[in-house]
């Protein structure tokens, strides 16, 4: 991968997360803590699963240089639990995982070339560039929204067009000065 394909990618990524936010807003706010799928997390530990141990775990390890302290920081599940326990809207929810794109975000759009051909190696026993952990996140992003759809359907509620990007926030829409050729 190239510094111009990641951010290709990271543009498909951009209109995904605005269906994403449309997905969290969609959530019945007295269902967060619910188990829509039996022995799965709740949405609530769904979302902040996503954006705390993906988003903000995978890439800021891109950012730094090192995995060290993933697990202990943002792949336990204690902390996940906690963190969910301390958003108690959906409001909140939302703004969490919008803080945690932003960071994400900014990450992906200044990350020279240096840093996403670093190999950063991870707590379980393997190393990748920056590059591949942005493939991984673009895949966790892709199964855990994949998720959260399933949830809001056990819900009773109809999840937004995975392809409707026209409905985003205007942040979050299609940008034809974004697509290269």
């Given at each position: 991968m190239t510094r111009t394909q990641l951010l290709s990618m990271w543009e498909t990524m951009r209109l995904g997360q605005g269906i994403m936010l449309r997905l969290i807003a969609c959530l019945p706010e007295d269902q967060l803590d619910s188990h829509p799928i039996p022995n799965m997390r709740t949405p609530k530990q769904l979302v902040v699963h996503l954006y705390a141990d993906v988003f903000r775990g995978l890439i800021d390890g891109?950012?730094?240089?090192?995995?060290?302290?993933?697990?202990?920081?943002?792949?336990?599940?204690?902390?996940?639990?906690?963190?969910?326990?301390?958003?108690?809207?959906?409001?909140?929810?939302?703004?969490?995982?919008?803080?945690?794109?932003?960071?994400?975000?900014?990450?992906?759009?200044?990350?020279?070339?240096?840093?996403?051909?670093?190999?950063?190696?991870?707590?379980?026993?393997?190393?990748?560039?920056?590059?591949?952990?942005?493939?991984?996140?673009?895949?966790?992003?892709?199964?855990?929204?994949?998720?959260?759809?399933?949830?809001?359907?056990?819900?009773?509620?109809?999840?937004?067009?995975?392809?409707?990007f026209k409905n985003n926030d205007p942040a979050f829409r299609p940008n034809p000065e974004n697509v290269k050729a």
């Open positions: 891109v950012d730094r240089g090192t995995l060290d302290g993933y697990d202990a920081v943002y792949d336990s599940r204690k902390t996940e639990l906690e963190t969910a326990d301390r958003i108690r809207t959906r409001d909140e929810l939302l703004r969490f995982a919008s803080e945690c794109w932003e960071s994400a975000d900014r990450i992906a759009r200044t990350s020279t070339e240096t840093k996403l051909e670093t190999r950063v190696k991870a707590p379980w026993g393997k190393s990748y560039t920056g590059y591949e952990l942005f493939a991984i996140l673009e895949k966790e992003f892709l199964h855990h929204r994949g998720q959260l759809v399933v949830f809001a359907r056990a819900l009773g509620v109809q999840p937004p067009d995975i392809w409707d």
